[in-house]
């Protein structure tokens, strides 16, 4: 088998094509929740919290010199990344919580019943009984 060949079959396999799928749509779905948290969520709690911009906290390390920039401690921006995750990861646990409750529901389904035994089946049970009868 040759290296391309390999490679392919590596790559159409159903959980690396089900992975790079969830990979893109968890990128899309983290640019989505980080505006939704610097746009949306941030600015009224900042204006709650007496005008504040979360964006714009930061400490000055250093003050800018000639021709070099600040060196700035951004905790504000910080802080709008621990909302992003906290929102990613109870959206993440509601989905696998979904999954869990779905997967517990196939599991609690009784097993079909075996299907009836063949004719064939019935007839050599009862030439073994009466065999064993003699």
Excluded at 46 to 59: D, E, I, R, W
Excluded at 71 to 93: E, N, R, T
Excluded at 98 to 107: D, H, I, V, Y
Aim: hydrophobic share 55%; aromatic share 8%.
């Amino acid at each position: 088998m040759s290296m391309l060949q390999e490679f392919k079959a590596f790559a159409m396999r159903g959980n690396v094509v089900d992975m790079a799928v969830g990979i893109v749509i968890g990128g899309a779905f983290g640019k989505i929740v980080s505006s939704f948290v610097a746009d949306v969520l941030m600015p009224p709690l900042g204006l709650l919290l007496g005008g504040m911009n979360f964006s714009s906290l930061a400490v000055t390390l250093k003050d800018a010199a000639e021709g070099v920039d600040a060196v700035m401690l951004k905790y504000g921006v910080f802080i709008q990344s621990i909302v992003d995750f906290i929102i990613i990861a109870f959206a993440i646990f509601m989905v696998v919580k979904a999954m869990n409750s779905l997967k517990k529901q196939e599991e609690a389904a009784p097993p079909p019943a075996p299907p009836a035994p063949s004719k064939e089946e019935v007839l050599l049970t009862e030439i073994r009984d009466a065999l064993r009868t003699r």
